[in-house]
T-cell receptor, first 112, second 114 residues
Framework: DAKTTQPPSMDCAEGRAANLPCNHSTISGNEYVYWYRQIHSQGPQYIIHGLKNNETNEMASLIITEDRKSSTLILPHATLRDTAVYYCIVRAYMEYGNKLVFGAGTILRVKS | DTGVSQDPRHKITKRGQNVTFRCDPISEHNRLYWYRQTLGQGPEFLTYFQNEAQLEKSRLLSDRFSAERPKGSFSTLEIQRTEQGDSAMYLC????????????FGDGTRLSIL
């Protein structure tokens, strides 16, 4: 699976949009981009995933560049509860499922 | 959808003892994964089940580790002769549908070896 690069940490003001970047310049055509987050002492929480089109759900939006070499996770109105480690993961499609390979992630601190 | 359930949440044991953890996946999810997470690191893959078949094992899964999913529902992870280095959070995840569908994680079992 392709390797991803994320900034080690970011700060965001409460109520503002949090934009978390991820670089995956070696992504292959059958690889999806997944975002998870992990709040202290909890398991990772699935946020969103996409292949090439932008995606939006109740938690966040995922913007994937046209060349698919990078993406941005957007939390539209960050709250203190969004403080967590955010993982960007690229995973190839396999009919019977595939493991996730986690990097170090980005520590997002939302401040009041 | 009650989520992925793991038991126990915490386990403290002496070095050399055997421990067993249980994972109950989201009902009807046919894929089940085990991961291990040490402090300050992201989770690392251990093993994967498709129904009752164990399809992939990581090199991290030494001979002291064994996992089962006997009826394709719940799964157990056993560690024999525990060592200090086994201290970690053990996470279970399940997934259903097509291969691109996301995995959903439980809150893990934290193992501490005295």
């Amino acid at each position: 699976d392709a390797k991803t690069t994320q900034p080690p940490s970011m700060d965001c003001a409460e109520g503002r949009a949090a934009n978390l970047p991820c670089n995956h310049s070696t992504i292959s055509g059958n690889e999806y981009v997944y975002w998870y987050r992990q709040i202290h002492s909890q398991g990772p929480q699935y946020i969103i995933h996409g292949l090439k089109n932008n995606e939006t759900n109740e938690m966040a939006s995922l913007i994937i560049t046209e060349d698919r070499k990078s993406s941005t996770l957007i939390l539209p109105h960050a709250t203190l509860r969004d403080t967590a480690v955010y993982y960007c993961i690229v995973r190839a499609y396999m009919e019977y499922g595939n493991k996730l390979v986690f990097g170090a992630g980005t520590i997002l601190r939302v401040k009041s | 959808d009650t989520g992925v359930s793991q038991d126990p949440r915490h386990k403290i044991t002496k070095r050399g003892q055997n421990v067993t953890f249980r994972c109950d996946p989201i009902s009807e999810h046919n894929r089940l994964y085990w991961y291990r997470q040490t402090l300050g690191q992201g989770p690392e893959f251990l093993t994967y089940f498709q129904n009752e078949a164990q399809l992939e094992k990581s090199r991290l899964l030494s001979d002291r580790f064994s996992a089962e999913r006997p009826k394709g529902s719940f799964s157990t992870l056993e560690i024999q002769r525990t060592e200090q280095g086994d201290s970690a959070m053990y996470l279970c995840a399940s997934g259903g549908g097509g291969g691109n569908q996301p995995q959903h994680f439980g809150d893990g079992t934290r193992l501490s070896i005295l």
